[in-house]
């Protein structure tokens, strides 16, 4: 193991169904990730079907996840972002005001401890506490992450202000000014998707299909972009019945037809709400299934230029273990020349 | 008993949910009446577990429903409307498209005969065959029922046009003129609704009300009317969690507060596909739990005049039975004397 191969945190980013962790070395380069499906809601179930507190059951998992690492590498920090810091996690952490300078660690990071004197830190969220407030947890992380990418591999600057959107069970579209989260709302598109392909009258007759039919997204979008569009979501999602019923739509596009409706209305009714012009550039932080999909919905939007960045949180934590003074001092420079973006993880497409 | 509560007609409102039997005397006068959580789901589903055939669990549904009517009128016709006619009922009935002129009878009834001899007539539904299609089953049964009531109790003569909403699982809007239906379109909303309250993150710190919450309602019109609701309900419906984490919203009031959220956003969507102003009048054929909601949703659009109806599928029925020659001659002056409005099935405001 050459030097710079040397483990230097394991970052976890710990959500509501999954988790996923990072054995990070130099410049928070991943060496190893694994992920698997055991969000709080799986340990918390977990913790009641065996009976045992939640406590323990988080120390289990967190053994499970990573433990191997823990013992190989004993002493290396463990901080996680996400769901893992809510009312439902292992610990509360913080919510930081926005606007919040991701950058600059305003508020503590929340520490729980191990029977065997393991500490693991959680970042904190973020809140819009205006009258309809908001929240975030893991997102901020995967934000930040997503500006220390685009500031290793920018040729040129970075615009000061960008939108963001981070697709997934609450997608977040979130206005960044240098790295400062300026404002943000919350979608709950895709859990409503899941519950209404799970156990509506749309779940009745829509079958699995053997694979993306995009013919059937693209007409859920251009629907949702239309006049009838209008109507809103609730009546748009009943064509998905109504069109398998007059023979126009197979029962295999039901999913993808969906998908391309709510997409399409939630993208739609976002950029209703924006009091500017619609921005020339969007960076999508999601994963291969979503981001796809969204950038399908922005080009439709006019939108010029769309990024597209896949894994951005452990960069993210990365960035914050080392501005919590948790990482073992290093020469910067040489730890920064690190920092470079996976040959995957950013696709421009320009329409 | 007299000559006229002699009874005429056993008439069905079997839904996807529910049912509701009506034993009819002379021009449709309820006699007795009765309903039963026995929906055309509840029925496949009991089919399914004691391993009896869909059509012998829907025979035997119907005696339990209304076996003792059966027996002691022997020879009454029975007529059924609602998703019992759909391909997941019991026999599948038509769809008449529109413009559906619902007292003339375009299109025969399904009909079925069980094992005893008796025969079940099967309205036929409504379909609008455009490029986004929309369907009804047991809707133009209601509304025809609703017209029925309103002829009878009109001092003044009906308008032309007007409009008539049915809350419920999918709520319908339809234009109506004279005694056809023009157009209409369902929403997902009622459906929807239950979803994101029994399984979503709401579900988690939704706690049930003693009882209705009209502040926590009211709360969520006003903030689907807002400029906060341009961002759409699936955006909206995410403070139903933030204002109770940040402690401005109580546990109990979060059931109420998405129930307006969703009607506000549901009346706010179809008023804006409108192509003409919004109508003066409008009629809602709904349960009294639902209809007030919609009511109050109605009144902040500014409609002038609002008025509930309740319960009018038997005198859909019954109108229906009597033009497809069901009913024995009887003198028709007399029979309509008896289609009265029931004291509390109709209740006008205006705002």
Known sequence: MKQNDAPRLIALDWGTSSCRVYLLGDGGRIIETRSEPWGILQVA?????????????????????????????????????????????????????????LAVPTHALATVTMANGQSIHIIPGVIEDSALPDVMRGEETQILGALELQRASANEGISTVQWMVLPGTHSKWVKVMGSTIQEFSTSMTGETYNLLMQHSI??????????????????????????????????????????????????????????????GDEILSVSQSWEEEPPQRITICGNENLSPRYRRGLQRLGIEEIVELRDTA???????AESAGLLATKNTTEAEEHLRLPQSSERKVTS
């Open 314 to 320: 452990p960069a993210g934590i990365w960035k914050i």
């Open 45 to 101: 179930e977990r913790a009641r079907t065996h009976s045992t507190s939640l406590e323990a059951q988080f120390q289990q998992t967190l053994q499970k996840l990573c433990g191997t690492w823990m013992e190989a590498y004993a002493g290396l920090p463990v901080v996680a972002c996400g769901m893992v810091g809510s009312q439902q996690g292992w610990i509360q952490a913080d919510y930081r005001p926005t606007p919040a300078h």
């Open 202 to 263: 749309l779940a009745k007759l829509a079958e699995t299909p053997p694979q993306t039919s995009w013919n059937a997204f693209d007409r859920g979008l251009v629907t949702a972009f239309s006049s009838e569009g209008r109507k809103g979501i609730m009546a748009t999602a009943f064509s998905a019945r109504t069109l398998v019923l007059t023979g126009r739509l197979e029962s295999t596009e039901v999913s993808d037809y969906l998908s391309g409706l709510m997409i």
